[in-house]
């Protein structure tokens, strides 16, 4: 008959399997110091011109990561316009991005016409409420309702901003592409 091991002696045996992967844990590290970073810079307060200096600090190969790592974060925040904070959330994205690819004219090519995409969008999404609203006034006057009341127009306007969302979308998902190529070539 076997000897009965205690459930230490059986976690004990199962440790010296594992093998820990120290360059995987130093990757996952610097990735976070990334996001990090890019946390720290999207603050309205932070002075663009220190984050050279926060790269600087960092090993060559672990700068690579962090600078990986950056431009993914960076590339998330860019997105179509909900709210009053997207042109500073924008201008963040547009510097740090310039400092990340040196300047690089294509990159702030593309972050222009991000930039006059997301401004249409806006201008769009106004002029598509306003459009509606003037077809369908003299309908809700009509019936007696106010339109922002009526189920119907609502649904109409929410049907047709999920067509226009979708179509700012796609462009902007394929401006984040070239963005993407360039910055990871």
Do not use: H, W
């Amino acid at each position: 008959m076997g000897k009965i091991k205690t459930a230490l002696e059986i976690a004990m045996e199962e440790m010296d399997n594992i093998e820990v992967d120290y360059v995987k844990i130093n990757q996952d590290k610097m990735r976070r110091e990334g996001k990090k970073l890019a946390g720290k810079y999207f603050q309205e307060d932070s002075d663009i011109e220190n984050l050279q200096k926060d790269l600087d600090s960092y090993k060559e190969k672990d700068r690579k990561l962090v600078v990986s790592s950056l431009k993914e974060m960076v590339l998330m925040n860019i997105s179509l316009p909900v709210d009053g904070t997207f042109e500073l959330r924008f201008s963040r994205c547009a510097l740090i991005l310039s400092l990340l690819s040196k300047n690089d004219s294509n990159v702030e090519k593309i972050m222009q016409q991000i930039m006059g995409l997301c401004k249409q969008y806006s201008t769009s999404i106004d002029s598509l409420l306003e459009n509606l609203k003037q077809k369908y006034s003299e309908v809700a006057q009509s019936r007696g309702i106010n339109l922002e009341e009526d189920k119907d127009f609502l649904n109409l306007y929410q049907d047709n901003l999920k067509q226009l969302k979708s179509q700012y979308q796609e462009a902007l998902d394929k401006g984040k592409e070239s963005l993407r190529k360039i910055l990871f070539q």
